[in-house]
């Protein structure tokens, strides 16, 4: 059975980072696309970071750009994003996923296993 257990959300001020972790098990994530993707309140879920593990390239929401960073520890199973400079627009239950696909198209990264989110929180 796959479970992707995401940790590391919180409350911060823009401005601020976090650090979510993603343990993942049941999966070999070495051999998977891994993305992260939230939700905000009354708006549809998107795409936020996929890393591919065949090329080992790493994709990003235009929003997030030089802002987030995907990282991936196949060793340990694990799944990070670094949030630096956190905007109050940010805000949202965020999720890790495997995914079919990671290309440079977000709409592209569908769903193949997800977990429960960890709440992230900017205030001004």
């Known amino acids: 059975q796959v479970h992707l257990v995401p940790s590391g959300g919180g409350s911060v001020q823009a401005g601020g980072s976090l650090r979510l972790t993603c343990t993942v098990s049941g999966l070999p994530i070495r051999s998977n696309h891994m993305g992260w993707f939230r939700q905000a309140p009354g708006k549809e879920r998107e795409g936020v970071a996929c890393?591919?593990?065949?090329?080992?390239?790493?994709y990003y929401l235009d929003s997030v750009k030089g802002r987030f960073a995907i990282s991936r520890d196949d060793a340990k199973n694990t799944l990070y994003l670094e949030m630096n400079n956190l905007k109050p627009e940010d805000t949202a239950m965020y999720y890790c996923?495997?995914?079919?696909?990671?290309?440079?198209?977000?709409?592209?990264?569908?769903?193949?296993?997800w977990g429960q989110g960890t709440q992230v929180t900017v205030s001004t």
């Open positions: 996923a495997a995914t079919i696909h990671c290309t440079r198209a977000v709409t592209e990264w569908t769903i193949n296993f």
């Open positions: 890393t591919n593990w065949s090329s080992r390239n790493t």
